[in-house]
């Protein structure tokens, strides 16, 4: 009786063992995902040009506190910046964009340098918002000729 009860018992424990295993090793492989950045990508089609800017954004770290946006000829969803031929923006900072014919108006609290092999038919205008009210008048212009990215 002691042998069939210990057989049982250890066949039991075996089997939780596995379970609680697999369960570990879930939730472990669910843990690669925190940290990985995290991209997105708009683009803005030109059609007198017929070519295409791009705004793209990276976002990482562990409690996602890292943010880095680019104006970019490159298509590519993910990407590392590149200063040469990028227009790069630090920080969690909007970027409100506007057309006009062939030229992309850019409204930001950040003015980068200009890169300077940015080659694109379409001419990249920055301007820098130091007021917050400014801002916020943009910001209600939006939904009209204005767009926020």
């Known amino acids: 009786m002691k042998k069939e009860t210990l057989i049982i018992i250890s066949t039991v424990l075996i ?17 690669d995902e925190i940290g990985k950045p995290v ?6 089609y030109f059609p007198n040009k017929k070519t295409s800017l791009y705004l793209k954004s990276k976002n990482w770290g562990l409690t996602a506190d ?7 000829t490159k298509s590519d969803l993910e990407f590392q910046p ?3 031929s990028e227009y790069i923006f630090h920080g969690f ?17 950040q003015k980068p340098k ?7 038919d379409i001419n990249v ?7 917050n ?3 916020i008048k943009l910001n209600d212009k939006i939904k009209n000729e204005y767009q926020k990215f």
């Open 93 to 109: 900072g909007g970027i409100i964009y506007k057309m006009e014919n062939d030229t992309l108006k850019i409204y930001s609290t």
């Open 82 to 84: 590149d200063s040469i």
């Open 15 to 31: 089997l939780l063992s596995f379970w609680l295993g697999m369960k570990v090793e879930r939730e472990l492989a669910s843990w």
């Open 39 to 44: 991209f997105e990508k708009e683009q803005i």
């Open 133 to 135: 009210l400014e801002w």
């Open 114 to 120: 200009t890169p300077p092999k940015f080659e694109s």
């Open 66 to 72: 890292h943010k880095i946006s680019v104006i970019s």
């Open 125 to 131: 205008e920055i301007i820098e918002i130091k007021d």
